[in-house]
């Protein structure tokens, strides 16, 4: 699902408001994620899930291709774990057949 997707679907469940208003809200949605995850705070979003951002330490790696060692910086990634309502639901289907 894309951005423009899920603008699509609020507008069409959220009667009074634009595409340009939902548009607005989404990315005020998103923008405050992004700024909370780079201040290094874990966002939980009950019954979907939670976001928190890990430290990598860096390491000496291998090029497949070359086998030349290659030095990997630290880093921080966004680490996201499923809350168990969404995975029950993703599931369902499996247990299902």
């Known amino acids: 699902m894309t951005k423009s997707v ?4 609020v507008t069409e469940k959220v009667e009074g408001l634009t595409k340009k208003q939902v548009e607005t809200i989404i990315n005020t ?4 994620m992004k700024d909370a995850l ?16 890990k430290q990598r330490n860096a390491k000496v790696a ?17 680490h996201f ?3 168990k309502p969404f995975h029950d639901a993703l599931n369902e289907e499996m247990v299902e057949k």
């Open 6 to 9: 899920l603008v699509e679907k």
């Open 38 to 53: 780079a201040r290094g705070e874990k966002i939980e979003i009950r019954g979907f899930g939670n976001f928190r951002v």
């Open 81 to 83: 774990k499923l809350g």
């Open 29 to 32: 949605v998103f923008d405050g």
């Open 62 to 78: 291998r090029n497949p291709r070359t086998g030349e060692k290659v030095e990997v910086p630290a880093k921080r990634v966004l």
